[in-house]
């Protein structure tokens, strides 16, 4: 059965604003065309999404993470963002101990500047520690060899979790994403289509089983690095890239991306299942993404909680653009129609004023 993302009812009302900022492009040209990309207005929304930022102290040594001091700064951050005194409530708030949880992982760009395995040992430790066996606990991405190299397997095995790559445990046929004008894809060895001659072949991205069949609830945690086309390997991009097949012919493409992104988050057996979004914000890197390059990197030590995947995304765009300001580099051609229709498709918002920001700071240190 063929599974695509509607248009809500609620979204009729911001057709307006939406129009609004089409008008805009027509007259000022493509978000990223000209020298003030970084500074690209959002359209406006009148809802507001909260985001908790949680900020530690001294909590990379060399760039290493301190496994201890991370855990205790997420779990302070989590606790807040939940409302709740304990570590295992706020787990209990999010899931349910009969929940198959995926912690889903950005893990091309390696362990220092990818998802960092430490903060996904505070998440697991957290579930084990809220009920969950360990066999309901799946630490995953698109591809196996990538988990490997940043080194997710070694850590499943110390914590006794699941890893997987979504892409070996093959795609579910009869859940797929098919753009109202579809764009045929450069097939490659895995996906489902490869090899197919047909007419119709190419068209479909199919969802990886893993996402369809054993999970039931999502934690996405995305890294805080740019990307060329999207600006941001974030919840929106890795969530999305990572759970289907066929993804060749929007990756290198921000029009194709701007339409494919926002629609596969919207998958209900996707974006439905997604219980928390947290950007690992230890480091920022913003140039040279999806590929790591400590150069271009920025020690921030925080970890940002929400539901809201866009909220987070949009607040990394804006955190990227301060550091290539400081930096003396040139603002990138962000793709911000992206952040735009995940909005018209009520996947979050993307107006940085209507985002409540709620920092933690480090132990000992008052309150802003």
């Not at 606790?79 to 889903?104: C, H, M, P």
Request: glycine share 10%; aromatic share 8%.
């Amino acid at each position: 059965m063929q599974r695509r993302p509607a248009l809500p009812p609620a979204a009729a009302s911001r057709i307006q604003p939406w129009l609004a900022m089409l008008l805009g492009l027509a007259l000022g040209g493509l978000p990223g065309s000209g020298a003030a990309a970084d500074s690209f207005p959002l359209p406006t929304t009148t809802q507001s999404s909260r985001v908790v930022v949680a900020q530690g102290d001294h909590l990379l040594h060399a760039y290493l993470p301190d496994e201890a001091q991370v855990e205790a700064v997420f779990n302070r951050g989590l606790t807040q963002f939940t409302r709740t005194a304990t570590v295992a409530e706020a787990w209990r708030s999010l899931v349910a101990t009969n929940d198959i949880v995926g912690i889903k992982v950005f893990s091309t760009p390696g362990p220092l500047l990818g998802t960092r395995p430490t903060v996904v040992a505070a998440i697991a430790r957290g579930l084990l520690a809220a009920g969950l066996a360990k066999n309901q606990v799946i630490i995953w991405d698109k591809h196996s060899e990538e988990l490997r190299a940043a080194g997710y397997y070694r850590l499943g095995r110390s914590l006794g979790v699941q890893v997987a790559g979504a892409a070996g445990g093959g795609f579910d046929t009869n859940t797929f994403y098919l753009p109202d004008s579809p764009v045929i894809g450069a097939l490659v060895w895995g996906d489902v289509e490869f090899g197919n001659t047909n007419r119709d072949g190419g068209k479909k991205s199919f969802v990886a089983t893993l996402v369809s069949r054993r999970m039931t609830k999502i934690i996405s945690v995305a890294p805080l690095i740019n990307e060329n086309f999207a600006g941001v390997c974030g919840h929106l991009y890795s969530l999305a890239l990572g759970s289907v097949d066929n993804t060749r012919r929007f990756e290198s493409d921000t029009e194709r991306l701007s339409v494919a992104l926002p629609e596969i988050d919207a998958l209900p057996v996707i974006g439905d299942r997604v219980a928390l979004h947290v950007t690992d914000a230890l480091l920022g890197q913003y140039q040279g993404g999806p590929a790591s390059y400590l150069q271009y990197s920025v020690r921030l030590e925080q970890l940002w909680f929400s539901r809201d995947p866009v909220a987070l995304d949009v607040l990394a765009l804006k955190e990227l653009a301060r550091e290539r300001a400081a930096a003396g580099v040139q603002p990138v051609k962000t793709g911000f129609e992206i952040y735009s229709k995940a909005a018209l498709l009520q996947l979050g918002i993307e107006d940085p004023a209507k985002i409540q920001v709620e920092k933690i700071p480090p132990p000992g240190q008052p309150a802003e």
